[in-house]
């Protein structure tokens, strides 16, 4: 299921800013739209060198527009 894709991402401790009403706020008002993602076929060392490139640690795995995965520098860590 899509939400076992983002067992890791729930992980983290969640620190609210003192000035932002955690339980008003929605997602959308702090999402980030425009993602950066990679497809199933993308070979490793592109996808490293764009996590690098733009400093992030996962990456979103669209097939056809539909999610279906997710990738870390942890996952590739483990697999070299």
């Known amino acids: 299921s899509e939400y ?3 067992e890791k991402a729930s ?3 969640c620190s609210p800013k003192p000035d932002t ?3 008003e706020t929605t997602v959308r ?3 980030t739209a425009d993602v950066i ?3 199933p076929e993308k ?8 996590m690098m490139k733009k400093r992030i640690h996962q990456l979103p795995v669209l ?3 539909r999610l279906v995965g997710l990738v870390t520098i942890e996952d590739i860590k483990r697999r070299t």
């Open 21 to 23: 009403n955690f339980y």
């Open 29 to 31: 008002e702090i999402m």
């Open 43 to 50: 070979k490793l060392d592109k996808c490293l060198s764009l």
């Open 63 to 65: 097939e056809k527009e």
């Open 11 to 13: 992980k983290f401790a």
């Open 4 to 6: 076992h894709i983002f």
């Open 37 to 39: 993602h990679t497809s």
